[in-house]
């Protein structure tokens, strides 16, 4: 089974829509997105790819998105005469919620402005820490002063709804060190935080410090500092919505928000992923090939998963424990004793007739995830 043609439109009106851009300024040692340095080859053919891979996604679909979201990579280094000519390209007007993620250090106010001007409302910033040698060690090019210089540009640019992304358990980081970048974020005033625990991922320069001993990690300790985060963050009005996700009343993602929903979405660029009806597919991760791949009809190299009841069920329920309406316990009526079991230990509770994770559960919530798929 192949992405719908232009001779067998989907069934499905498709209200999410990503967008990867993989192109970065420096390459951070953790990251293990697709991305690449600001190559000139790999830059010039980006962009005629991606424009024709819009065209046919505006062709073969019934796309009316509720919401975009630019991510990778950095799509902020792109240049003001690369978003122009991409965003001229670009079909979908009046996005309610159009996100666009960022790196401090790639913003000016005419940047800012233009993509206000192209309907981008909302920017989220790669922040990490406030400590400028967790940052160095990062590889992050901003330090902490830059960050409260990018809220002020932002906000003259007339953003009202930023986010600012921070990961703790980070090499050599202290409880302090943590508690100090969420105080920072949170005299920013930003309408959302994002607070992810590093993870060590395949093909990184950090996976290679944690197996040779060089780095390592705690399981004490990231509790300790998601606990920390909870603690901080709900008690300055930041309500967590999702477990790694916390908002003011009404800042919730709703993109990322239909993600964890289990909602169709449809992904454009290099290594982006698209959902939908009974199938999944992936282009193909590296640029060049995917911009020669992309062909007269703006169809890209890539790779098919057909997605069956199980694979579906399975992932609605890890993705539904993550966010605070949790999931209908209908959804785990073959799994009665397992569920008795969290509810005992104080894991989970019920709602209604749903079943979220505790404050407890969320602090070893891979583990609960585990016992019920």
Request: glycine residues 6%; aromatic residues 10%.
């Amino acid at each position: 089974m192949s992405p719908p043609s232009a001779h067998r439109p989907p069934p499905t009106v498709l209200r999410h829509l990503y967008v990867h851009i993989p192109f970065c300024t420096h390459i951070c040692p953790y990251c293990a997105f697709h991305k690449e340095k600001n190559l000139l080859p790999a830059m010039k053919a980006f962009l005629p790819a991606l424009k024709k891979e819009i065209a046919w996604a505006a062709g073969n679909f019934d796309l009316q998105p509720a919401t975009a979201f630019f991510g990778g990579g950095t799509p902020s280094s792109l240049s003001l005469s690369q978003l122009d000519e991409l965003f001229t390209a670009w079909p979908w007007r009046g996005i309610p919620e159009f996100t666009f993620e960022a790196n401090p250090m790639t913003f000016s106010m005419e940047k800012a402005t233009r993509l206000r001007q192209w309907g981008v409302n909302r920017i989220s910033l790669g922040v990490q820490s406030f400590d400028n040698g967790l940052l160095q060690l990062l590889g992050r090019t901003h330090r902490r002063d830059d960050i409260p210089r990018t809220m002020d540009l932002l906000r003259d640019a007339g953003f009202t709804n930023i986010n600012l992304d921070l990961m703790f358990s980070l090499p050599g980081q202290t409880s302090a060190q943590w508690e100090d970048s969420l105080r920072q974020a949170i005299a920013l005033n930003p309408e959302h935080i994002s607070t992810y625990n590093l993870t060590y991922e395949e093909d990184t320069d950090f996976l290679r410090k944690h197996e040779s001993g060089e780095f390592t990690s705690s399981e004490t300790t990231d509790r300790d500092h998601f606990s920390l985060a909870m603690d901080l963050l709900e008690a300055a009005g930041y309500g967590q919505y999702e477990i790694s996700n916390f908002a003011k009343p009404g800042f919730e993602s709703r993109h990322n928000h239909a993600i964890w929903e289990g909602r169709d979405y449809l992904g454009l660029g290099p290594s982006a992923v698209s959902t939908v009806d009974t199938l999944r597919w992936k282009n193909i991760p590296d640029t060049l090939r995917y911009a020669s791949s992309v062909d007269e009809t703006g169809r890209s190299e890539h790779e098919n998963e057909p997605l069956d009841d199980r694979i579906r069920h399975g992932e609605r329920i890890l993705l539904a424990l993550r966010i605070r309406e949790g999931l209908p316990a209908a959804w785990l009526s073959d799994k009665t004793d397992e569920v008795q079991r969290l509810l005992d230990e104080g894991l989970m509770e019920r709602k209604g007739d749903r079943l979220t994770l505790t404050r407890k559960g969320k602090l070893v919530a891979d583990s609960v995830t585990e016992i019920l798929i």
